[in-house]
């Protein structure tokens, strides 16, 4: 049970969308006879011309550090469509090769092909492209020889179901170039590998990473895009602007949503855009697949032409297809701002038994480009009266008339993101200091967890005389007193209130007037600016969360550090944010980190954080379905690709339990060792928050910022940078192993002498770190002697004590590592 929720960043603008990850379009809306509209169907229907097809042997390509070999085979190339010829499909024998930029990369590769360097044969390749590709091609290709014994005899009976089935896949994509800037090229080659089975290259220019390898695999009944190796095209390297995704901005979003008595949603969404490209004429946003967008209007009224990801249930790739592409008569000027004008309907919230609602789009229920792209928002709710609606920023109206509410929430700053939960809801106020708590939970919870809760307590058992005289034992049916997540509404006032002060005085003051803290159906929580979600486990007495299955030291530590976590997202993920997937521990390591941070201020804490450190470390060293550790599936600055097919819980151990370790290794090492005070790591954390206040820093902007407040000690290589700690714990994978020797000898009295080695295992030979090491005195006095700089090398160390220690070892509670 993953307990942690998470913001997490959906890539909506070039990465994943809309780049090698083919996505299957539904037109609907729009003028017919448009350009575009006819372009899209033509690029869907695409085949190959029985007219242009050719031998092709010892031809190559290149693209970026992809080389393509068609050694012998024949290629059909498509129609043209637009004047242009965009596709091929080739069938014989071909190899690709690839040779990842760095070991991060190359490492990955090698997770999931066993090699580092891509290097495959492959016996077809359908080919897509807005490049030179096809002029390249054809100067390689010949027609075939008559008198060759091999001929493309029925080549394109064979090929046409292959290319129909994949065309609209890619037609999105293409449509992009062939309406508007032509400068940003793609090129993706789908194989079919000897080995490796079905998998794609592409290079994508439009795309932050544009070079990317990888296929679509299952495990266990769930779909994994794995990602084998994504890095930027050495174009892109060089563009100032390389950074940059899509080509559109929204400044503002005012949106007016509907939920009618049958829980259906209509909405109405005003977005106020700044065009970020010259030549763009086609726009993406991310809006569930669940709403569809019935029109699509610019500022003038006029109706726009729009492409929607397939309706669930209607594609086998249903993976993907929350999007809405949305065609503009022509393009906009780089600064020029516009509207867009969304209309759209459907069902994202379900009732779940016993009243209660759960709104399952969270990240898509109105069309954005994308969370942590900050907007300001203004949103209008109307719904039935017998609901309480809460959502983010602040509500500035609130009405109720025949039956109906209507409330209106205005965010006070720019946020990554905008939701609302519902339900009929009781609710408690708070006030603590200048910031107002307020608690939201039904009086009954949902269907699935109360049926849990009747089979769990129907146990009883009574001893009945039966008329033949003879006594039997009967299974009773005991009355069960229904859960009522409301009824500890106070109890979770108070706890939030308690996590606020204390982050309050670590962090600076509490970024937003107001935290709204809602009960949602299920076993994940979400920290969203003003508005958390926590599950109704949360809302339920101990007993009550044992019997439905929280059992174990570490579920209930987990449940206790979640409302801290997802209340420590207000600083950590809202008030500043991060900047690519890349970055996204920023937002999820800490805000693990600072529920750790809280528990051990807490009765019997220091305990409680040993233990849960204790157990990360455990679910890190435990082993994935392929054998080896969760925590060898790659460095925390992988992100999300940290799931994947091999790894299926990768992403929640690596970039939320690791990083927590990490920050509590970082602390550790930062920790004045004269007054054992954290003052320095303390300050680090708040003057990093004020200068990234709502903006989106990366990883290296932590690691310049936090080398600022370093010791003299953790200057280990002597350049005033933490840039050897950061490459072992986020840039790197690896736990080390470490064993320790040593002796202690006299000399003289009340002086010892403790000295010896530590060797270091299982890391790069370039890894390094500060091991700090413990003795023990007496009846388990734990004392630190100090920190050991240790590389691939080993360390020494000499300490002196006045006391003679009774065992002397590498202190495992401050450090992730196995010794011995
Ligand atoms: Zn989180």
Request: glycine share 8%; aromatic share 10%; hydrophobic share 40%.
């Amino acid at each position: 049970m993953e307990l942690h929720g998470s913001i997490k960043k959906t890539l909506l603008c070039g990465a994943v969308l809309l780049s090698c990850w083919p996505v299957v379009a539904q037109q609907t809306g729009g003028q017919p006879g448009s350009r575009p509209r006819e372009l899209f169907n033509q690029l869907n229907n695409l085949s190959i011309d029985p007219g242009q097809i050719y031998a092709l042997r010892g031809a190559q390509i290149s693209r970026d550090r992809v080389k393509i070999y068609f050694n012998r085979g024949f290629i059909g190339f498509f129609e043209k469509a637009d004047g242009e010829t965009t596709g091929a499909l080739y069938a014989g024998d071909g190899e690709v090769l690839l040779v990842p930029p760095n070991s991060t990369e190359k490492g990955s590769l090698a997770q999931f092909t066993q090699s580092a360097v891509l290097e495959e044969r492959f016996s077809f390749a359908y080919l897509r492209f807005t490049d030179q590709t096809a002029k390249e091609l054809m100067a390689l290709a010949r027609i075939p020889d008559p008198e060759d014994s091999e001929q493309p005899t029925g080549f394109v009976d064979q090929w046409s179901p292959v290319v129909r089935r994949l065309n609209p896949g890619f037609s999105l994509r293409i449509l992009e170039d062939l309406l508007g800037e032509r400068d940003r090229p793609y090129f993706v080659a789908q194989f079919q590998g000897v080995n490796l089975g079905g998998f794609a290259v592409a290079v994508d220019e439009r795309a932050p990473e544009a070079v990317s390898a990888g296929a679509t695999r299952f495990s266990h009944e769930n779909r994994f895009t794995d990602i084998w190796c994504s890095f930027p095209s050495r174009t892109s390297e060089t563009r100032s602007d390389s950074l940059a995704v899509g080509s559109v901005k929204v400044d503002s979003y005012k949106i007016d949503t509907r939920i009618d008595a049958d829980n259906s949603l209509q909405g109405h969404a005003e977005l106020q855009l700044e065009s970020e490209s010259n030549a763009d004429q086609v726009l993406v946003f991310l809006l569930s697949n669940r709403l569809r967008v019935s029109e699509v209007r610019d500022e003038e009224g006029k109706q726009l032409e729009i492409f929607q990801g397939q309706p669930p249930g209607e594609s086998a790739s249903a993976f993907g297809a929350d999007w809405v592409a949305v065609a503009l008569p022509s393009a906009r000027p780089v600064g020029s701002r516009f509207r867009l004008d969304f209309t759209y309907q459907g069902r994202v919230i379900s009732d779940v038994g016993n009243g209660v609602l759960y709104v399952s789009a969270h990240e898509g229920w109105y069309p954005n480009r994308g969370l942590n792209m900050r907007a300001r928002y203004d949103l209008t709710f109307r719904y039935p009266d017998r609901l309480t609606l809460v959502a983010t920023g602040a509500r500035v109206e609130e009405s109720s008339e025949a039956g109906w509410k209507r409330s209106r929430w205005v965010s006070e700053t720019a946020f990554p993101v905008a939701g609302f939960n519902l339900g009929p809801y009781d609710s408690r106020l708070r006030k603590i200091g200048k910031t107002t708590i307020e608690v939201y939970a039904t009086s009954e919870a949902e269907a699935a967890l109360e049926r849990r809760h009747a089979a769990a307590t129907r146990t009883g058992l009574r001893t009945v005389l039966l008329p033949s005289g003879r006594l039997t034992v009967e299974p009773v049916p005991k009355v069960v007193k229904p859960l009522a997540p409301s009824a500890l509404l106070d109890q979770v006032a108070e706890g939030a209130a308690r996590a606020i002060r204390y982050y309050e005085s670590l962090f600076g003051p509490f970024p937003y007037p107001r935290l709204a803290i809602a009960q949602i159906p299920g076993e994940f929580g979400q920290g969203w600016p003003e508005l958390v979600y926590l599950p109704t486990l949360s809302f339920l007495p101990e007993p009550e969360q044992t019997e439905l299955g929280l059992v174990g030291k570490m579920q209930k530590l987990q449940d206790r550090a979640m409302v801290a976590h997802e209340i420590a997202h207000q600083w950590w993920g809202n008030e500043v944010g991060w900047r690519s997937t890349h970055d996204q521990w920023l937002s999820e390591g800490f805000a693990s980190y600072s529920a750790l941070l809280y528990l051990m201020q807490e009765k019997d804490g220091q305990r409680m954080a040993t233990d849960l450190l204790r157990g990360y470390k455990h679910d890190l060293m435990s082993k994935t379905p392929e054998g080896s550790t969760i925590e060898s599936g790659g460095p925390i600055w992988l992100g999300e690709r940290l799931s994947n097919s091999q790894n299926p819980d990768g992403y929640s151990n690596i970039v939320y339990k690791k990083a927590c370790w990490v920050l509590h290794m970082l602390r550790v090492l930062m920790t004045d060792p004269a007054t054992g005070s954290d003052e320095r790591f303390i300050r680090m954390l708040r003057d990093f928050l004020v200068a990234y206040r709502d903006s989106n820093p990366s990883t290296d902007d932590f690691i310049r910022h936090a080398a600022k407040y370093m010791p003299p000690a953790l200057d280990l290589e002597h350049n005033h940078s933490l840039n050897w700690f950061f490459d072992a714990w986020v840039y790197g994978a690896g736990i080390p192993t470490y064993k320790l020797k040593a002796t202690t000898r006299a000399l003289g009295p009340d002086k010892y002498v403790t000295q010896g080695t530590i060797e270091q295992s299982d890391v790069p030979s370039d890894f390094q770190m500060l091991v700090p090491v413990v003795a023990t005195y007496g009846r388990g006095k734990n004392v630190t002697l100090g920190l050991v700089a240790v590389s691939g090398e080993g360390g020494h160390f000499r300490f002196r004590t006045s006391a003679k220690p009774s065992h002397v070892a590498i202190d495992e509670d401050n450090l992730l590592a196995v010794s011995h």
